[in-house]
């Protein structure tokens, strides 16, 4: 069969690549791909964006199946138009995708329905945003309410941060604008995301990402500076929280409103020193970089779970998971996440560039994820957004795979090159 993967980041790279695996797959189709999908031999660049082309395309093509990676055209209503064409798409409608595209929406539909999350208030007048926030003091989280490509988030730890914030996603004389305003959660995040066909749901293999852009958990905000998976601080007991006390009620509620909900389901946890899990936010995706650590620890074929979920039988499917942790390292442009620089060349990439893990002796199982590339005019490999690559490796314990994803990392160079050097951190330190 044929397959496409609508996106250009590193999660529609690790997608495209473990699809690719699978013996039902005879070409996969990456809409519009980067640099290292195009470095792929069995992955095919198309340069559509435009989702009445992206259809037009999977028509012409018989596309069997199709995979939605980023938020943006899930909010847009892809997967509505996919099927009114008779087109099978694994991805929320865009009415299930409020559960990400709008934090308000989510909030509201976590307290009809009883779902665990922080305590927080929406606004439109900046005004009261301020008065609000002098009332509940720092430290507390703002969130701008539509998309934000995963950094529109601010934890303010001072009132002056958290009015900067306001001031930023509300400034003055724009009309239309939401600030959600959260009360700061004290805990350890966790990423637990899950398949869903829309009645049934299959759990995927526990994760964690680093969120914030230097060592030590410091500085701003990111898309996420790497992942490793499974997560420690998901213990089994938290595993069956979250499934009885966030996700059921979710798939629950999104059917009971008339939007059942098909798709990846990401529930951003905050768990407390008592393993009581509080939702963060839901996306309505795979995150990143979760996706590669998670796509490289899987076994099951990819494939055989999105056909499931679009036919809804996800109550048949079993998943097998590596043994193996697998931890990832996002190497950053210079500037993210403020203003990224873009055109720069990268040397040192992995010649290898099949869809299977790269194996060497020096390295064990390493898979380098593009996600801001593109090829220059002489075929070169070039910067072209802010998280640029993700290098990833498995090891029999997140230390040996934080050794192996570090060491194959030291011979990738672009100019003002950026990572964090403590991916991984809070599972190898004594808990």
């Known amino acids: 069969m044929k397959v496409l993967v609508i996106g250009n980041g590193g999660r529609e790279h690790a997608l495209a690549w473990k699809l690719a695996q699978s013996p039902r797959v005879q070409m996969v189709f990456v809409a519009p791909g980067n640099g290292g999908t195009a470095r792929d031999p069995a992955l095919r660049n198309v340069p559509i964006t435009d989702l009445a082309a992206l259809a037009d395309f999977a028509q012409a093509e018989k596309i069997a199946l199709t995979v939605v990676g980023p938020e943006a055209p899930l909010a847009a209503g892809v997967v509505d138009l996919f099927r009114s064409r008779g087109l099978r798409i694994f991805g929320p409608t865009q009415a299930a995708a409020q559960l990400e595209s709008s934090k308000a929406f989510a909030k509201e539909f976590m307290g009809r329905h009883g779902i665990p999350t922080a305590a927080h208030a929406t606004f439109e007048d900046a005004g009261q945003a301020h008065a609000y926030v002098d009332v509940q003091g720092a430290p507390i989280v703002i969130k701008a309410d ?34 959600v305003i959260e009360e700061f959660m004290q805990g350890e995040e966790a990423s637990f995301i899950v398949a869903s066909d829309g009645r049934h749901v299959v759990a995927l293999a526990t994760s964690q990402d680093h969120k914030r852009l230097n060592d030590g958990d410091q500085g701003p905000n990111t898309g996420g500076m790497g992942a490793y998976s499974p997560a420690p601080v998901v213990t089994p007991e938290v595993h069956a929280r979250a499934m009885r006390d966030i996700i059921a009620p979710t798939i629950a509620g999104m059917a009971e409103e008339g939007h059942p909900f098909t798709g990846f389901l990401y529930a951003g946890l905050m768990i407390d020193d008592q393993g009581q899990p509080k939702t963060v936010e839901f996306n309505a995706r795979l995150g990143d970089p979760e996706a590669q650590v998670l796509l490289m620890r899987l076994k099951s074929d990819l494939v055989d779970l999105l056909w499931h979920a679009t036919e ?120």
């Open 312 to 431: 809804g039988t996800l109550d048949q499917v079993d998943l097998q998971w590596d043994r193996q942790v697998a931890l990832g390292v996002v190497m950053a442009a210079q500037g993210y996440p403020v203003q990224p620089r873009k055109g720069d060349p990268i040397s040192g990439l992995p010649s290898s560039s099949k869809s299977a893990p790269q194996s060497s002796s020096a390295y064990g199982e390493v898979q380098v994820f593009h996600a801001g590339t593109q090829t220059g005019p002489q075929g070169e490999v070039l910067t072209s957004g802010g998280r640029v690559l993700c290098v990833t490796a498995l090891g029999d314990s997140v230390r040996m795979a934080q050794q192996r994803a570090y060491e194959a990392l030291e011979p990738i160079q672009f100019a003002g090159a950026q990572w964090r050097r403590d991916i991984g951190h809070r599972a190898v330190k004594p808990r």
């Open 146 to 179: 539509g998309l934000a490509a995963g950094k529109g988030v601010v934890v303010a730890m001072t009132l002056q941060e958290a009015h900067a914030a306001i001031d930023q996603t509300l400034p003055p004389g724009q009309q239309g604008g939401r600030v």
